[in-house]
T-cell receptor, first 113, second 111 residues
Framework: DARVTQTPRHKVTEMGQEVTMRCQPI?????VFWYRQTMMQGLELLAY????????DSGMPKDRFSAEMPDATLATLKIQPSEPRDSAVYFC???FGVGYEQYFGPGTRLTVT | QKEVEQNSGPLSVPEGAIASLNCTYS??????FFWYRQYSGKSPELIMS????GDKEDGRFTAQLNKASQYVSLLIRDSQPSDSATYLC???????????FGTGTSLTVIP
């Protein structure tokens, strides 16, 4: 049963701490997306990678967020330092390109106090 | 104007009825369109994709695309209480190769 996995599922941290979220895309998918979902803003695309190369991170606050893909089976999203306004659910999704179906992981629910 | 717009609802339909969900988009050169279902506290789940004008049917679901009018819709026939969820429309905007989600329409199917 191929699916996107994300860790951790829940994270509570204090303001100023570093947060790292991890994603394992579906084997064979070459495009990985990071989204953030809040009640106010809905689902926002933060960044995406194709064949491990970052293609677009225009949706991501550059001063504190960074996204990497060290290998084809792992994508990471880091926030340093974290702020209360970063509290949201962060989803990873994978697929065969921006114009194709995307499959979502279960999400990481982040709470920054 | 947002790239993708949906009526937030809530939309309520009785069990067995047809639920109709609508979505409009702003970019005329958009190529790919998707409908996702999201249950409360869960991640979005892909229901349908549609790439060309017309209707596409999959079981109880029918996606309809009209590029001239820049809208895409989702019909759910024989609605079931288990269809109660938020439905998200998503569009691949070719300009800048971006991907946008609408804010979703909340659907409640009343037994």
């Amino acid at each position: 049963d191929a699916r996107v996995t994300q860790t951790p599922r829940h994270k509570v941290t204090e303001m100023g701490q570093e947060v790292t979220m991890r994603c394992q895309p579906i084997l064979g998918h070459n495009t990985v997306f990071w989204y953030r979902q809040t009640m106010m803003q809905g689902l926002e695309l933060l960044a995406y990678f194709r064949n491990r190369a970052p293609l677009d991170d225009s949706g991501m606050p550059k001063d504190r967020f960074s996204a990497e893909m060290p290998d084809a089976t792992l994508a990471t999203l880091k926030i340093q330092p974290s702020e209360p306004r970063d509290s949201a659910v962060y989803f990873c999704a994978s697929g065969f390109g921006v114009g194709y179906e995307q499959y979502f992981g279960p999400g990481t629910r982040l709470t920054v106090t | 104007q947002k790239e993708v717009e949906q009526n937030s609802g809530p939309l309520s339909v009785p069990e067995g009825a047809i639920a109709s969900l609508n979505c409009t988009y702003s970019d005329r050169v958009s190529q790919s369109f998707f409908w996702y279902r999201q249950y409360s506290g869960k991640s979005p789940e892909l229901i349908m994709s549609i790439y060309s004008n017309g209707d596409k049917e999959d079981g109880r679901f029918t996606a309809q695309l009209n590029k001239a009018s820049q809208y895409v819709s989702l019909l759910i026939r024989d609605s079931q209480p288990s269809d109660s969820a938020t439905y998200l429309c998503a569009v691949n905007i070719e300009t800048g190769n971006q991907f946008y989600f609408g804010t979703g329409t909340s659907l409640t199917v009343i037994p």
